[in-house]
């Protein structure tokens, strides 16, 4: 006897950003937005006419270390020339954290709101998803979103580097 097939869930777009459970699956769609595979992105990146913005949020300092604890945060994997904008996918952001995500969307595409721009974090990861619809919102006309992120990425083998947090976030 055969086991029926499962069918992966269908996750509808949202109207406005994701605001919880961040770690889940993602629509297949953002609406004003490009929605492309590894493939794909790895021809926008060969093609050097996209800007590249990693949204994975960076994980805090725990509270309440003993003194003298030695604090590492974790290294970075992600696709080599991409930014690094930690903590600007949430579905709500301080006014300092908007203003960190514009002035970095603003080095990421030389403050051409119509260049190219794509945005990634993990397989699953929503983070990407309200980042792009974010940029979306300022009025960027070129946004491209990789669902399935540096996961998706490296799955196809393409090349990983270790990045750095842009400064001020």
Not at 51 to 73: M, Q, Y
Not at 75 to 80: A, E
């Amino acid at each position: 006897m055969a086991l029926p097939a499962f069918a992966a869930a269908e996750v509808d777009e949202p109207s406005d950003y994701r605001m919880d459970e961040y770690r889940a699956p993602v629509p297949a769609t953002l609406e004003g937005a490009t929605v492309v595979g590894p493939e794909e992105a790895h021809d926008l990146w060969e093609g050097g006419a996209a800007a590249f913005v990693d949204v994975l949020p960076r994980a805090p300092k725990p509270p309440n270390l003993p003194e003298g604890t030695i604090w590492r945060e974790k290294k970075r994997l992600s696709i080599p020339g991409a930014i690094w904008l930690p903590n600007v996918g949430y579905g709500a952001i301080a006014e300092q954290t908007d203003a960190y995500f514009r002035a970095g969307l603003d080095l990421a595409t030389g403050g051409d709101m119509d260049r190219a721009v794509v945005f990634f974090c993990l397989e699953e990861c929503w983070m990407s998803w309200n980042a792009a619809k974010r940029a979306l919102d300022y009025g960027y006309t070129q946004v491209y979103w990789l669902p399935e992120g540096t996961d998706g990425w490296a799955l196809w083998d393409y090349p990983l580097e270790e990045v750095q947090a842009q400064p001020g976030g």
